[in-house]
């Protein structure tokens, strides 16, 4: 059937114009294209897409050291939470999350996920003025005889041998944990799965950091000689030392201090103050 002409012209019109808002975009409007995954820059996206499988979906509850720890986030510094995200930790399963190590995240990225960690499950009010111990210490700080006594008196009940927690000291452990790995869970604690921290785990009371370094002493002679031994030591050299500290205490090491001068005075003797800690 022929359509008059008037309609045909109608008809003709409306195909065009169905066909170009279909396929096309409005004359000089560039095409949307979606944003890269580079340039994400919300912190609960960088957290849930890269952090969350470790550390829990909160920030807690997870296999892996909670971040939402108000005190945890009173010791370490900020610097010093950016490296381990950018360098991972050797000799442990913390891998590098920086491009520039082989990982996914820009350092917009990584600044956006330590700003976050900060800002929302942080409380520094809370520690204001407290005399907290230095994140990191020497590794050769503690003094590891009477790092284990203060391990059978304060720590055996829950990690010796057949306890329901499980022994800290079997070789896969230590082998797995770096030295500062050790020092923060010590200080921190676990308290999303129970464990105290420092402030009550010397039998009710607070460790001194002299104590916790001791411990940590303590755990390094049983970590078995291997591979991964240069990278535990090694940690603290690689920009997270004793220098990074938020706390109001020395690390008990420095000049003058009673460490100090007893090693001083083990070196006339050639003793150790270490007690073997390799």
């Not at 360098?87 to 920086?98: E, L």
């Not at 030591?233 to 690689?238: G, K």
Request: charged share 15%; proline share 9%; hydrophobic share 30%.
């Amino acid at each position: 059937m022929k359509l008059p002409r008037g309609q045909c012209s109608l008809l003709f019109v409306t195909c065009v114009l169905a066909v170009s808002t279909v396929a096309c975009d409005p004359p000089g409007k560039p095409k949307q294209e979606p944003p890269s995954s580079q340039d994400i820059t919300d912190f609960r996206t960088l957290y849930g897409e890269n952090c969350a499988g470790c550390h829990g979906v909160d920030g807690k509850n997870g296999p892996a050291r909670p971040l939402n720890d108000a005190l945890y986030l009173a010791v370490i510094p900020q610097a010093a939470m950016q490296q381990v995200i950018e360098n991972g930790r050797p000799g442990t399963a913390m891998p590098a999350w920086a491009l520039s190590q082989g990982g996914p995240l820009t350092p917009k990225q990584v600044t956006a996920l330590v700003n976050g960690i900060e800002s929302n499950w942080s409380k520094p009010a809370e520690f204001q003025g407290a005399s907290l111990p230095p994140y990191s210490a020497a590794d050769d700080a503690g003094d590891a005889g009477h790092g284990k006594q203060l391990f059978t008196k304060d720590c055996y009940m829950c990690h010796g041998p057949g306890a329901a927690v499980g022994p800290v000291t079997d070789p896969a452990v230590l082998e797995t944990s770096s030295n500062q790995v050790l020092r923060t869970a010590i200080i921190e604690g676990r308290p999303d799965l129970g464990m105290p921290d420092y402030r009550s785990l010397n039998m009710g009371h607070a460790l001194s950091n002299q104590d916790i370094s001791d411990l940590v002493a303590h755990l390094i002679s049983l970590r078995p000689a291997g591979p991964n031994e240069s990278a535990h030591v090694n940690e603290n050299q690689t920009g997270q030392g004793g220098s990074m500290t938020k706390g109001n205490e020395g690390s008990g090491n420095g000049p003058g201090s009673p460490r100090q001068q007893q090693k001083e005075g083990n070196k006339s003797t050639g003793s150790s103050s270490q007690g073997g800690v390799k």
